[in-house]
């Protein structure tokens, strides 16, 4: 690994670091907060949405205040493989760089997007070798396709993670035109390959988490399109699944709404991590 740069903050340090990945077969950058103190400590893994890097979030979500009080470690992932070799859609902002929708890619040409791989062996690797992490308790969340990402791995891998939230979630990429072009140009023609990687689908295949808590901003220009938060309380329905999902009028899809209840999303994952 590379030390990108390195700052003081509430008393933590937040890092940003880049190293060649096995997984994508391209150069990856991360960021850490790690509050103060000598840890070990517990980690709420974040994922960002599209367009996103691991930035969007480190420069605007403002997590550190109270990540540093609660001693929660954040891990911020980018959210697709880069540079040369790698497939990029320039006019297309849902598919390709920035827009790796934490899938293992089957389709040769886009070889390099195993965000899947990257997030839940990969990186986790590296934070357990690298920082004082306690592996032990983990949390995810993210936004948008971020929270598809955090669902789709909780459910995946409830042994895992203590906790799961979501801004704003993309809920049934298989079905929503804002989401099936990126899934059929990474995972192929056959649609029955999707499923793995749609929360909705997941649940109704069996997979479980016994608790989860979405922000949704009745605002958002994606709800009726791409997000439908709506479809997962739907199949939680008659689960064991505990879903908290909270319509906050006047919000929309941006990290004015991301920050608002940030505190909000730490104290739930602090609640289950420590």
Request: charged share 15%.
């Amino acid at each position: 690994m590379q030390s990108i740069s390195n700052a003081l903050s509430f008393g933590g340090q937040q890092s940003v670091w880049t190293h060649a990945s096995s997984s994508t077969g391209t150069e990856m950058t991360f960021a850490v907060f790690v509050p103060p103190g000598t840890g070990p400590f517990p980690v709420l893994w974040y994922l960002s949405g599209l367009t996103c890097t691991h930035q969007n979030v480190m420069d605007k979500g403002e997590y550190r205040r109270l990540a540093a009080e609660l001693g929660v470690m954040v891990v911020c992932p980018d959210t697709s493989p880069r540079g040369d070799g790698v497939t990029a859609h320039d006019d297309n902002w849902q598919l390709g760089c920035g827009a790796g929708f934490y899938v293992d890619a089957t389709q040769p040409d886009y070889r390099h997007f195993q965000m899947y791989s990257y997030v839940t062996q990969e990186l986790p690797a590296l934070i357990a070798e690298h920082f004082p992490a306690d592996m032990a308790r983990q949390g995810i969340t993210g936004h948008s396709m971020g929270g598809h990402g955090a669902l789709t791995i909780a459910l995946k891998h409830p042994e895992r993670f203590a906790s799961c939230s979501a801004f704003a979630p993309i809920v049934n990429p298989t079905t929503a035109e804002w989401s099936r072009g990126a899934l059929a140009a990474y995972l192929g023609a056959d649609e029955s390959g999707w499923a793995d990687y749609d929360t909705v689908r997941l649940i109704q295949s069996g997979a479980r988490f016994p608790k989860l808590l979405i922000d949704q901003g009745e605002a958002d220009s994606f709800l009726d399109e791409g997000l439908r938060p709506w479809l997962l309380t739907d199949v939680c329905q008659n689960t064991d699944i505990e879903l908290t999902l909270r319509m906050q009028p006047g919000y929309d899809h941006s990290y004015f709404f991301i920050s608002t209840f940030m505190d909000d999303h730490l104290r739930w994952h602090a609640e289950r991590l420590t």
